[in-house]
């Protein structure tokens, strides 16, 4: 507890009636704090501390997103998405920026008949003879390794 004295006046014309000794509870454990700290931001926000809060670094995408109807600005990721993203039919994918559904389209046509051109052979030239390499058990390359012990 601490005394503060206070100045006594009259509440409708203010005239002095005196001082009193007003005791009051302090409280030295409590302070003014941010709930939102620095840390909290990610890396496309700054923060302000005068207002405790997080704010996105693109405004001027901010300022687009919310003047299109079909999109919603997200300020905890800064980004602007669509306000609801429809399921699209067979053909057809969800275009985050018209926010519509539009048709597969390939950079080039799919042909399936035809020939790669790698000239693969399953026979070997005639005038070579087959490599017959003799296996050595003694080999320590063949010998199964021990699993490696995980610290």
Not at 48 to 62: L, T, W
Not at 110 to 120: D, G, K, L, P, S
Request: charged letters at 30%.
């Amino acid at each position: 507890m601490r005394n503060f004295e206070v100045v006594v006046t009259s509440v409708n014309d203010l005239n002095y009636r005196g001082r009193r000794i007003v005791p009051l509870e302090e409280h030295t454990k409590c302070k003014c704090d941010c709930r939102v700290k620095e840390e909290d931001c990610n890396d496309r926000q700054h923060y302000e501390s005068h207002n405790c809060a997080c704010v996105c670094n693109n405004i001027d995408e901010e300022e687009k997103c919310r003047k299109n109807d079909l999109k919603i600005w997200d300020s905890v990721f800064c980004t602007c998405t669509c306000r609801a993203q429809e399921p699209c039919t067979t053909g057809y994918y969800f275009n985050p920026n018209t926010c519509r559904c539009g048709p597969i389209t390939l950079s080039r046509p799919v042909n399936r008949f035809t020939t790669t051109n790698y000239n693969f052979t399953n026979r070997r030239p005639e005038n070579r003879r087959p490599v017959i390499i003799p296996l050595d058990p003694s080999d320590p390359r063949r010998k199964p390794k021990e699993d490696p012990e995980y610290k």
